[in-house]
C-alpha cells in the first residue's frame, strides 16, 4: 500500500531505524520539527545557483547533495520547467495615526482597481483602527482606512497629491519575510532575475537559485522555459492553528496563465514529457488550472487550494523548492507530492548536513 492510499485513510504507521510511530496525517503536529535560528538563511549565496541541492528521487527514496548549477545534470531535453514571473511591490506602508499619532502600518495585499487606489491590505494595530480612521504616510499622502474584509483584511484608498502607483514606489517598503533580519543584502536580493510583472507581496523563493546565465544553459540543453504569474499574499506565511489541517483556510490569490504556456505544458502532457514546478505557487496555479484530461487552461483565475497528503497532482512531474517553515502549507504540499516519509527523512538528513532553511535558503528537487 503506497503513502498516499495509508494518508486517505488518515493513519500511516511508519517505521524508522530506531521506533515506530502512529502518524495522523490531518493533524498538525505531524508537520513540526525541530530547527536551530543558526540554520535560517538571512541573504542569498553569491552567485545564486552555487547554493546547495538536495535532489530526491521519489520512486527509490534516493537523496543525493549537489550544487543548484548542477540541476542540468536531472532534466532531460524536452522537460518544461515553469516559472512563476511575479514582481514583489514595496507593499508595506509605515505612518501614523492621524487621531493619536501612534504608529501605523499598512501591508497592500491585493489592488481592488486598476489605478491601485484601493486596496485590500492588512493594517496594524488591526483592532483600534477604525473605518474613516487615516494613517499618515508623509505630508502629501495618507492611506484611509474602509470597510472590513474577511480573513482580517480592511480595504483601504491611498490618497495623495501624487498618482497611488509612485506614492507606493516612493514610499513603500519590501515586505520581508518575519524571519530574515532586514538588511541591505536581503531587501536587494529579495527578488528573482525574471521577475516581471508587479503584485506580490513575497516572492517565489524557489527561483531565488536561478541566474540569468543559467537560464541561458537550460534553453540551450533543450529544456523548455515557460512562466506563469501567481501574485503571493500573506498566506504564505499565515500559520495553520487548526489541529486538523483540513480545517484551515487558503488565502486566495490572483494568476494567469498565458495561451503560449498552456500549449507548450499541453503539448508536453500528451507527448509524455515531464512538467517541472519551479516553487509551490507554480504547482497551486497549475494544479488549479487543470482539467479532468489532465491538461491546463489558459486564461485568468484565482486560488485557494490547498494541498496536502490525500491530493492527487494532475500536471506536475516535478518540482524545485526550498526547505519550508514547520506547520506551514507550504511543507504540507511537497509531503502530498513526494510522500510524508521521504520529505521528513530528507529534513532530518537537511538538519544533518547543515543545508540553509527558508526563503534565502538552499533548494531541494524533488523528481
Not at 504547482?283 to 489558459?298: F, I, M
Amino acid at each position: 500500500m503506497t503513502i498516499l492510499e495509508l494518508s486517505c485513510e488518515n493513519f500511516i504507521e511508519h517505521t524508522f531505524k530506531e521506533w515506530s510511530i502512529t502518524i495522523d496525517l490531518f493533524d498538525i503536529s505531524a508537520y513540526d520539527y525541530e530547527l536551530h535560528e543558526g540554520f535560517i538563511a538571512q541573504h542569498p549565496v553569491e552567485p545564486r545557483d552555487q547554493s546547495r541541492l538536495m535532489v530526491v528521487e521519489k520512486s527509490t527514496g534516493k537523496l543525493e547533495h549537489r550544487r543548484f548549477y548542477e540541476i542540468l545534470d536531472y532534466l532531460k531535453r524536452g522537460d518544461v520547467l515553469v516559472l512563476n514571473d511575479t514582481k514583489v511591490i514595496p507593499a508595506r506602508l509605515l505612518g501614523r495615526k492621524d487621531r493619536t499619532g501612534g504608529k501605523a502600518e499598512v501591508l497592500l495585499v491585493k489592488p481592488l482597481d486598476a489605478g491601485w487606489e484601493y486596496w485590500e491590505a492588512m493594517v496594524r494595530p488591526g483592532r483600534r483602527l477604525k473605518t474613516g480612521d487615516k494613517i499618515v504616510i508623509d505630508s502629501e499622502s495618507l492611506v484611509l482606512v474602509l470597510d472590513r474584509l474577511t480573513q482580517g483584511m480592511r480595504k483601504v484608498q491611498i490618497i495623495g497629491r501624487d498618482l497611488p502607483h509612485n506614492i507606493i514606489k516612493k514610499k513603500g517598503q519590501v515586505p520581508l519575510p518575519p524571519y530574515i533580519n532586514e538588511n541591505d543584502v536581503a531587501l536587494k536580493s529579495y527578488q528573482t532575475v525574471y521577475a516581471r510583472i508587479n503584485g506580490s507581496i513575497a516572492a517565489p523563493t524557489a527561483g531565488f537559485h536561478f541566474t540569468e546565465e543559467l537560464l541561458k544553459r537550460l534553453a540551450s540543453a533543450g529544456i523548455e522555459l515557460a512562466y506563469v504569474t501567481l501574485h503571493v499574499g500573506p498566506g504564505t506565511f499565515r500559520p495553520v492553528k487548526a489541529k486538523d489541517i483540513r480545517k484551515h483556510d487558503m488565502h486566495r490569490e490572483d494568476y494567469q496563465l498565458s495561451p503560449e504556456t498552456a500549449e507548450l505544458i499541453n503539448r508536453a502532457k500528451e507527448e509524455g514529457r515531464r512538467v517541472i514546478a519551479v516553487g509551490t505557487t507554480v504547482v497551486r496555479c497549475l494544479e488549479s488550472s487543470a482539467t479532468k484530461k489532465g491538461l491546463v487552461t489558459p486564461g485568468r483565475g484565482s486560488t485557494e487550494l490547498f494541498i496536502f497528503p490525500g491530493y492527487k497532482f494532475k500536471i506536475i512531474d516535478g518540482m524545485v523548492t526550498n526547505f519550508h517553515l514547520p506547520k506551514s502549507t507550504l511543507l504540507m504540499l511537497v509531503s502530498a507530492f513526494a510522500g510524508y516519509e521521504l520529505i521528513m527523512r530528507a529534513y532530518r538528513e537537511a538538519i544533518k548536513e547543515r543545508y540553509r532553511f527558508y526563503s534565502f535558503g538552499d533548494a531541494m528537487l524533488i523528481i
